[in-house]
């Protein structure tokens, strides 16, 4: 009733397509929901080019897995997009719950101890209001019943944003952008970092190295959309990186 009401003064729009949702819809009009760029559930979360790419460097690294994939101008990147310039806390949880349901089911969440989202710098959080990695983190969490845990990690202050740099740049940038937190205890868990987008995977590893000096940790990661980048594109930005 309070819905549909607030519908009728305040119509309520698809985050991806802007047509005006159903009371019964959220966030995403059923078209929109039914073209999302998906990756394909058949995926081999252990054994994929991300996974490939840098288990040699992090030994520790057990799944990589998504739910979209991220191409500039696409629907998943329209969402990710929407979530983090309008504060749609909500929407974030949504997406979580989201990719959950539709992968439950797979193997990628199979054994995993804790959810861990990306930290955003506390001086970046206050400015956005909410850390979009730990809504989506928070619906895997409601619709799976695997906890989630804010206190393994912290992000260092002060890094810029990543968006504007060049390939190599951001492998260049992404070290050491977080901390363990004090008294950071994981013995032994299997914890699966989440964040909105991968990229380069320069951030989402930086991560990874972090977690690894926790004893016997197992890490996977989990994003809610990746670039399915080709692998001579990828070592060529690595190796500049390297420079
Ligand atoms: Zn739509």
Redesign the pocket.
């Known amino acids: 009733m309070l819905t549909r009401f607030l519908d009728f003064f305040f119509p309520r729009t698809?985050?991806?397509?802007?047509?005006r949702l159903a009371t019964s819809e959220q966030f995403?009009?059923p078209?929109?929901?039914l073209a999302l760029p998906l990756e394909d559930v058949t995926t081999d979360w252990e054994l994929n080019r991300h996974v490939f790419q840098w288990r040699s460097e992090h030994p520790s690294l057990y799944r990589m897995g998504a739910l979209c994939i991220y191409q500039r101008e696409n629907s998943a990147a329209h969402l990710v997009h929407s979530l983090k310039f309008e504060r749609n806390r909500r929407q974030g949880v949504w997406m979580g719950r989201l990719a959950a349901k539709r992968l439950v089911g797979t193997g990628l969440f199979d054994g995993v101890d804790a959810f861990v989202p990306l930290p955003l710098s506390r001086q970046r959080q206050r400015h956005r209001g909410f850390n979009q990695a730990e809504a989506i983190a928070e619906g895997l969490s409601q619709q799976t019943g695997i906890p989630l845990r804010t206190d393994l990690l912290i992000r260092h202050a002060n890094r810029e944003s990543q968006t504007h740099f060049r390939l190599a740049d951001r492998f260049r940038n992404g070290r050491d952008l977080f901390a363990l937190a004090k008294g950071a205890e994981a013995t032994g868990l299997h914890l699966m970092l989440v964040d909105d987008v991968l990229t380069t995977g320069a951030t989402m590893m930086s991560a990874v190295g972090t977690l690894e000096a926790l004893p016997e940790v197992r890490l996977s990661t989990f994003a809610w959309a990746w670039v399915n980048m080709s692998s001579e594109v990828w070592t060529r930005a690595k190796r500049e990186s390297m420079e």
């Open positions: 698809c985050a991806i397509c802007d047509t995403v009009c078209q929109c929901l």
